[in-house]
């Protein structure tokens, strides 16, 4: 039977303390609590490609941890970003290189890993300062995401404010970075969370103010990365009127299946990808929670947990792709103000 350790990052008001542990066997959808690391606002967190380190983000910066083989943290060190703290992180394949994303100043940052995990100095920054595309709700980008591409040689940033995905080229040698293409979204519409699909063909975006998500064609040309627009959906059930943001999003192993949070809603909306590559809306139904920041699917495919930041839960769901159907497994978890969650297949 396989184990698992979830680490499940929060904001640190009120009872929170940390980054909370549960381990989990692969055939059941359910947590134990293992723990608490404490650490100031440690509200994404992500895991170096080979599972030895986790990163996360905090009031001082950035912070590292050595995981154990027993899915425990030992604490590395921190390291100042130069700006305010990002909102996400991404490492590159070789442990070499953090991308930190901030939405409050606008900035995205590259920052050197050393050989022992520990985070080392920044070798670039860019701080985007054109003002968003209305000005009486921005006036300033937001950087809301970042991640490598496939192949490494390119960085994906998610502007919020300027309704953009900034390309930039990455010299790895260096760590630095140079802008060369800009994908531009609809105006408002907020573009917030971008995945690749993993065989690596196709992006989905969600947008925040738009509630809708987006799904692109991605190939690497001459010239550099190709977006050819594809797909775009809604994330909401019919005739929903009230004050909603499209969240997260992930995709099943297979490639089969997105699912897409909102807030507002509190809902998840789960599509199919068909053979044409176009996004097939199976349901939209609620998470039992309130602000679902984070999903995450479980390794067979058929559970996820919804990571609800403002009841203070995570909640665990079965889903039935053929009848368009989730079902609630057992009753929620207490998490105190949970943001986010990654996971680590234990030896």
């Known amino acids: 039977m396989n184990k698992y350790r979830a680490y499940v990052g929060s904001y640190t008001r009120g009872e929170s303390k940390g980054i909370y542990m549960y381990d989990f066997s692969g055939d059941s959808p359910s947590f134990e609590k293992q723990g608490i690391v404490e650490i100031t606002n440690p509200s994404f967190l992500t895991l170096s490609a080979n599972g030895e380190y986790l990163y996360t983000n905090c009031d001082e910066g950035v912070a590292a941890f050595k995981v154990l083989e027993d899915g425990s943290l030992n604490y590395l060190n921190r390291h100042s970003v130069q700006g305010l703290r990002p909102c996400y992180l991404r490492v590159d ?19 050197r890993l050393n050989p022992d995990g520990t985070v080392g100095d920044v070798t670039d920054e860019v701080f985007m300062k054109s003002p968003g595309s209305v000005i009486s709700r921005n006036n300033r980008c937001h950087v809301n995401c970042a991640l490598f591409t496939p192949d490494e040689k390119y960085i994906l940033a998610v502007d919020l404010g300027m309704d953009q995905i900034k390309v930039y080229e990455f010299d790895r040698v260096r760590g630095t970075i140079a802008l060369k293409d800009i994908i531009r979204c609809e105006i408002d519409s907020g573009p917030k969370h971008i995945i690749f699909s993993h065989d690596k063909k196709y992006i989905y975006l969600t947008h925040e103010n738009a509630n809708m998500v987006t799904e692109y064609a991605y190939s690497m040309e001459s010239k550099g990365p190709k977006f050819e627009k594809l797909d775009q959906q809604s994330t909401l059930p019919p005739k929903f009127s009230e004050d909603n943001c499209a969240v997260t999003l992930k995709i099943t192993d297979d490639d089969q299946y997105l699912f897409v949070t909102n807030s507002g809603d509190n809902s998840v909306a789960i599509y199919k990808i068909d053979e044409e590559k176009k996004m097939d809306k199976l349901c939209v139904l609620p998470v039992s929670g309130i602000y679902p920041r984070d999903i995450y699917l479980f390794p067979d495919g058929k559970h996820f947990a919804s990571i609800n930041q403002e009841s203070d839960s995570i909640t665990l769901f079965g889903v039935d792709y053929e009848k368009g159907y989730i079902c609630m497994k057992g009753k929620p978890i207490h998490v105190p103000c949970p943001t986010c969650i990654v996971v680590k297949k234990l030896k």
Do not use: P
Not at 93 to 111: M, Q, R, V
């Open 93 to 111: 394949s070789a442990n070499e290189y953090l991308i930190s994303a901030g939405y409050y100043d606008g900035k995205l940052t590259i920052s």
